[in-house]
């Protein structure tokens, strides 16, 4: 800790600058948008954060939120303030991004978009490799993203993620609909399904406004999302592999979060093969940990876990 | 309170790196007829500032475990490290070392440590006015720091583990110690020497440590021991296990280095996982062996406890 100035500072009120950016994949044939804040200049001391969504939003409602009178709901205004150039994408089928494609966008197909997207940051910032959040399904394709290109990731961060899915009760009960999400390769949303996400694991973790912002930025984005990551959870799991993610790693748990069990996590745990790794379990959180009242704790946590110092020494 | 202090200020000039100055002072309490020597180390005033306890482990007493000050490495000292963090650093010398009592005849065990943390902790919290502690353990140090916790929970506000291990289940260091328990089990107290000293260094994974810190760290600890009492060593090799995670009700965080060779990795998942606490987190430190203060990856350590430490508390902590 001497040369890392930890203790974590409220956020500064500096402005901070968000830019749009547009990448493709597939030769041009799907647009992704891309949102990027930094204070002052993108080269952050902390370095580059790319933060990846879940199942049911685009990237701005979950990583930049505006809550009136709250300053530090955007997280990306707050990593941006604390010295990192923070981005985060719309997963094909989400937000601003195609939706063109008659696909389900599954967890493979976010892992081609972090490709895509990661192309292009590189591309416009140098080849730094990137600390990556992923939350939810975003861990997933987070996860495989780093299985595929862990020159790309300098260190990874996987917030309420799941497994092999065993001892899962949210999954458990997605199942019921396998049926109706494997017929479709959309499924629609509206503020009721967005409220279950902060009520299905214990309700009271998040505060009725942060809610309501939520689903409203949510919902002025889309009104309905793909279905390929819902199958992919409920049908085809495991699809990521601890043994071949290589990079620095931290596991998020929320203490109330449904979505995977607690053994099933400490197995990937266990299961990963670098030395320089982390499983945080957060208190009174459930599942989407930014927008919970403990909030803070998440934030502190990602912090200390992207600004840990290097190893001076790593064995012969 | 039960004790005395006696100041010497200033320990730690800020010199030319232009760092603050850290004072450091003496203090003493009693455990009955045992008299135990606390060591303090803050910068400016203490007022109002966290009080962190240090506990130290099998071979070595407090201060050359967290005070171990060498030329040009001001991180060296984990206290002055976290007196100028902001915290209000503390350390003692268990019963049977450094400074403390070594008159009783006994071989001062893991919960003679706690017994020791029971009278440390009630002076510290007397001295500072502060209703608990943020609490340090190494090695047997925190197997000490775990009973005392299971035995005080309302004194421990966070409890940081590093180099534990739980039932010893797997650990390749016990093994090898367990060939001289006979020897631990007939004497009170065991001879230590330079050598012995570097062997805690090189057992698991030679290099982790710098020969200059290994050395100054040998002088250290010699300065004030030429033995070291078995009870821990006893303890891990044929008690264990000593504590019961269930019954640590605080947010604990368990450190591990990668190739410590105290406890099996699955020894120390098995032990996090059983914590009830779900303010926890277990952090497996790279290039680091059993000493990790002193190694050379010893500024990751020193992070992951400030993070710990330094936490936000919960605002929602679910329905009673």
Not at chain 1, 124 to 135: C, K, S
Not at chain 1, 221 to 250: F, H, Q, R
Request: hydrophobic content about 40%; glycine content about 8%.
């Amino acid at each position: 800790m001497t040369t890392h100035a930890r203790a974590f500072p409220a956020p500064s009120g500096a402005p901070v600058t968000g830019q749009e950016h547009w990448t493709t994949k597939k030769k041009g044939d799907v647009r992704l948008f891309l949102w990027n804040k930094y204070v002052g200049s993108p080269d952050a001391p902390l370095g580059r954060i790319l933060f990846v969504h879940g199942s049911s939003m685009g990237s701005q409602p979950t990583f930049d939120l505006k809550v009136p009178g709250r300053d530090d709901s955007s997280a990306m205004d707050v990593f941006a303030r604390l010295g990192y150039d923070t981005w985060c994408v719309d997963m094909e089928g989400y937000g601003r991004s195609d939706k063109h494609r008659p696909i389900n966008c599954d967890i493979a197909t976010g892992a081609d978009d972090l490709e895509a997207a990661t192309d292009y940051i590189f591309s416009v910032r140098g080849n730094t490799p990137l600390l990556v959040y992923g939350i939810s399904s975003g861990a997933l394709r987070a996860a495989l993203f780093a299985q595929r290109h862990p020159e790309r990731v300098k260190r990874l961060a996987l917030d309420a993620f799941v497994w092999t899915g065993e001892g899962s009760p949210t999954l458990e009960q997605r199942r019921k609909k396998l049926p109706e999400y494997q017929a479709k390769h959309r499924r629609p949303i509206d503020r009721d399904f967005v409220r279950s996400i902060f009520t299905r694991d214990h309700p009271g973790t998040a505060d009725d406004v942060v809610i309501e912002a939520f689903a409203d930025a949510i919902l002025a984005l889309d009104d309905s999302v793909p279905t390929g990551t819902y199958v992919d959870m409920c049908a085809n799991l495991p699809v990521v592999d601890p043994e071949k993610i290589l990079v620095p790693t931290i596991i998020m748990r929320g203490q109330y979060d449904g979505i995977a069990g607690f053994d099933d996590l400490v197995r990937f745990f266990t299961k990963l093969p670098n030395p320089d790794k982390q499983f945080a379990v957060m208190p009174g959180i459930a599942h989407a940990s930014f927008h919970q009242k403990n909030y803070a704790i998440v934030y502190h946590i990602l912090h200390g876990f992207f600004s840990q110092p290097d190893p001076i020494y790593r064995g012969h | 309170m039960t004790g005395s202090r006696s100041p010497v200020a200033p320990a730690a000039p800020g010199g030319a790196a232009g760092l603050p100055a850290v004072h450091g002072e003496a203090h003493w309490t009693r455990k009955g007829d045992v008299r135990l020597a606390l060591w303090r180390k803050y910068v400016g005033r203490p007022d109002g500032k966290r009080p962190l306890l240090f506990v130290h482990g099998s071979s070595m007493s407090s201060r050359p475990a967290f005070d171990l000050e060498i030329e040009g490495r001001p991180a060296s000292s984990v206290m002055n490290v976290f007196a100028r963090l902001g915290y209000d650093t503390w350390c003692v010398d268990m019963e049977g070392y450094g400074r403390s009592d070594k008159h009783r005849p006994i071989n001062c065990d893991v919960a003679t440590g706690a017994d020791d943390l029971a009278a440390a902790s009630a002076y510290i919290l007397a001295a500072t006015g502060a209703d608990r502690l943020l609490l340090y353990g190494g090695s047997s140090g925190a197997l000490r720091a775990a009973l005392f916790t299971e035995r005080h929970p309302e004194r421990v506000e966070r409890l940081a583990l590093l180099a534990l291990v739980w039932t010893g289940e797997g650990s390749p260091t016990l093994e090898q110690r367990r060939k001289k328990l006979p020897e631990y089990l007939a004497n009170t107290r065991r001879p230590i020497d330079r050598a012995f000293l570097r062997t805690i260094f090189e057992r698991d994974h030679p290099g982790t440590a710098d020969d200059r810190v290994i050395e100054a760290f040998a002088d250290a600890v010699l300065a004030y021991d030429d033995s070291v009492p078995t009870g821990t060593y006893v303890d891990m090799c044929a008690n264990l296990p000593l504590v019961d995670p269930a019954r640590i009700p605080v947010p604990t965080l368990v450190l591990r280095g990668q190739w410590d060779g105290i406890a099996s990795f699955e020894d120390v998942v098995a032990f996090f996982a059983r914590l009830p606490n779900p303010d926890k987190h277990l952090a497996v430190v790279p290039g680091v062996a059993h000493a990790s203060l002193h190694e050379r990856n010893g500024a990751i350590v020193r992070h992951l406890l400030h993070a710990f430490f330094d936490r936000p508390r919960p605002v929602y902590r679910g329905e009673p």
